[in-house]
């Protein structure tokens, strides 16, 4: 079987980038969605391939036919904004009928629901243009709009969804008058919003439908597991190649947003510092002048490719700021494009002293790997394990007491590395378990006796640390090499690949790739970090909220396993986790700064969890000010502690703490308590000597 090999946590980017339907430039007549005999041979051979070779061991029956209507119908209208209670009772005809579809090329089922989900858009849209040309909104009247609409019931006919949708029209409307646009540009924005709307709706054609429903079916299985048409394949090689060039963003679609999933470590938006994971895309415009086209509603290919461009280009986005909640007026951002270098991942040491001791910190935003220099036959080709142990001698010439490693947002990277990595801090064994989806158990080990460093360490993570970094701080945890402190980790132990379907036809003509999910991750103690994570010796409260963050909060995630432990032996005696907890507690209790991170954390867990917004204009706009004095008064709480004088405006990159020369030291909070605890730890280790009275 013919693949290619994915690890990360940003491989999350490939799901929906192949679940996303593509537009194209002519609208497609209804009439003509039907399904090809190249569709139905691709249906019947990705069924087989998930069948046998995927990790979670598929059967395609009535049960799982449920969940890919559900799936469906979901991937169709995820906010439930076009179908009514209605449409989704005469979709129950086919709740045991999806299975044999796809087990028998009959995928006629899944069109049918396209072309019903189409009728309805058209239908919502002429509201919508009706609706604005009235402009009959009184923005005094007492009632609110719910814009997040998974979890509520479906409009059980016509004049609920329609009064759905006057609601909308009377938020988008809103939200653009809040955001100091004058009648005129309101009416021609939205009126292009919901006419593209309906237009990239028509352009989508066979293919698009038969990707969407195959990948219901995929994402009834398992999270990371997707299908990529021929043509959607092609794109993605070429994402691949230019993955290093454009704003350096990963992104993925949340209903009709664009959201940035993860800032990669050395891009420009890294080095702008003024976004952010969580920030939502509203607007595209090109150069310093270009008009910001309203990108509301499109698909995320399109998306990307108005964000994407050559080096050195300027781009400007509309930001709808996580920090700033649902009802927040829009930031404009200008970022200059460029390629992101190896030399901007790359690991970066400094010192930080507290308790009367030194201790170095070893930034590290990525397990990278230079595999062509490597290919290439170069002695001296860039590897995180080569570059922190160059890290590692030049700290303890500077006499570092102790070392904290900090993977905070280190998505993973190479497997190779977080082994070799690994190897540095122990003296040889195994470091993770690799079980396929045929039970055989692969163990990645650290051959190499000699350990760079035995002296005291802690690992920093936080929700964002996954894949490459979840397997390093877990083998330090289990062999008793470390402390692991901050947040629980991302949760995601498995191991995807890219099959070639075209291998397993006749003709051997391109039918596309599916990614598939092949292997997890075990410890070396027999626990996966698939799910849970690794969850730190020493948690830090802003891991509060963060449940809904992570592998755990995927549908049909891979549940946490464990399988028997690989021989190994810790090398430290367990500390006195109570004690260390029990110190940290006392002293971030008056710690004004790790006040102010569990304050804003709070303050983003409040939005995030809220559904609703007020559709009256003092209301809205008094909530805001609202918001923002919070920020400013938090703000400043810390400026005056460090000696700072106090600031009359916050900006999103300010409460963040993003500003390159961060005074606040922002940044550096986490870091100093680790520090505190390594001090902590340190003194636990040392034999207690009597001492008089």
């Not at 909220?545 to 430290?572: C, F, Q, T």
């Amino acid at each position: 079987m013919k693949k290619i090999l994915i690890l990360g946590v940003n491989a999350l980017y490939l799901l929906v980038f192949s679940a996303t339907a593509l537009a194209f430039t002519k609208e497609v007549p209804p009439e003509s969605l039907v399904p090809d005999n190249t569709q139905r041979q691709t249906a019947l051979i990705l069924n087989r391939v998930l069948e046998r070779y995927h990790y979670r061991k598929v059967h395609l029956d009535d049960k799982l036919s449920e969940k890919i209507l559900q799936r469906y119908i979901e991937s169709l209208d995820p906010n439930k904004s076009f179908f009514t209670q209605a449409d989704i009772d005469s979709f129950s005809r086919y709740r045991h009928e999806l299975d044999d579809a796809i087990s028998s090329g009959r995928l006629e089922p899944a069109f049918d629901i396209y072309r019903k989900f189409r009728q309805r858009v058209d239908q919502r849209v002429d509201l919508a243009l009706k609706l604005l040309k009235e402009n009959k909104f009184d923005f005094t009247r007492k009632e609110s709009y719910r814009f997040d609409r998974e979890d509520a019931p479906w409009a059980k006919d016509e004049t609920q969804i329609s009064d759905q949708w006057r609601k909308r029209v009377k938020n988008d409307i809103l939200g653009l008058r809040l955001a100091g646009k004058d009648e005129k540009k309101i009416h021609e924005t939205l009126e292009k919003r919901y006419k593209t709307m309906r237009r990239r709706v028509h352009q989508l054609d066979t293919d698009s439908v038969f990707q969407t429903f195959v990948n219901a079916y995929a994402l009834s299985i398992e999270p990371h597991t997707g299908y990529m048409s021929p043509e959607r394949s092609e794109n993605f090689d070429i994402a691949m190649r230019l993955s290093l060039q454009g704003i350096g963003a990963v992104l993925r679609s949340d209903d009709e947003y664009t959201v940035i999933q993860k800032v990669v470590p050395g891009g420009p938006a890294d080095k702008s510092k003024q976004l952010h994971a969580g920030d939502k895309i509203v607007g595209v415009g090109q150069g310093e002048k270009g008009e910001i086209e309203d990108i509301i509603g499109w698909p995320l290919q399109d998306v990307v490719e108005k964000i994407r461009g050559k080096k050195d280009t300027l781009v400007r986005l509309n930001i709808l700021p996580k920090a700033a909640g649902a009802n927040a007026p829009v930031k404009t951002v200008l970022i200059q494009r460029d390629k992101i270098k190896l030399e901007d991942q790359a690991a970066k040491s400094s010192t930080i002293e507290v308790d009367g001791m030194r201790f170095g910190i070893i930034d590290l935003p990525a397990f990278y790997r230079d595999f062509r220099g490597q290919a290439a036959g170069e002695k001296d080709f860039r590897s995180t394990t080569r570059d922190v142990r160059k890290l590692i001698d030049k700290l303890l010439k500077d006499n570092v007491d102790g070392i904290i490693v900090d993977l905070r947002n280190n998505g993973g990277g190479s497997l190779t590395e977080a082994t070799e990595l690994t190897g540095l801090f122990i003296p040889h064994g195994p470091v993770v378990q690799v079980k396929d989806s045929q039970g055989h158990v692969d163990v990645e080990r650290d051959t190499d006796p000699e350990e760079a460093y035995a002296g005291p360490l802690a690992v920093l993570v936080n929700r964002n640390s996954a894949s490459a970094s979840e397997i390093f701080a877990a083998a330090i945890q289990d062999y008793g090499r470390g402390l692991i402190i901050g947040e629980p980790t991302f949760g995601k132990g498995t191991v995807q690949s890219l099959v070639d379907l075209g291998q397993f036809s006749r003709h051997k003509q391109d039918l596309g790739r599916l990614r598939l999910t092949i292997a997890q991750f075990f410890r070396v103690r027999g626990g996966s970090t698939q799910h849970k994570g690794v969850i730190p010796d020493i948690q830090f409260p802003t891991a509060e909220g963060s449940g809904k963050h992570g592998e755990s909060s995927l549908d049909n995630a891979l549940p946490w396993a464990s399988i028997k432990p690989a021989e190994y032996h810790a090398v430290s005696k367990a500390p006195q986790l109570a004690m260390l907890q029990r110190k940290h507690e006392r002293r971030i209790a008056k710690d004004p700064g790790f006040r102010f991170l569990v304050e804003q954390n709070q303050e983003i867990n409040k939005m995030e969890a809220r559904k609703e917004v007020s559709l009256v204009e003092a209301e809205r706009k008094k909530e805001w000010d609202e918001r923002e004095q919070r920020a400013l008064e938090r703000h400043n709480k810390l400026r005056a502690l460090r000696g700072l004088p106090p600031l009359a405006k916050l900006d999103d990159d300010d409460e963040f703490g993003d500003k390159e020369e961060d005074p606040e030291g922002i940044n550096r909070i986490m870091q100093e308590e680790a520090a505190h605890i390594l001090a902590d730890y340190i003194r636990q280790q040392q034999p207690v000597t009597a001492q008089a009275d």
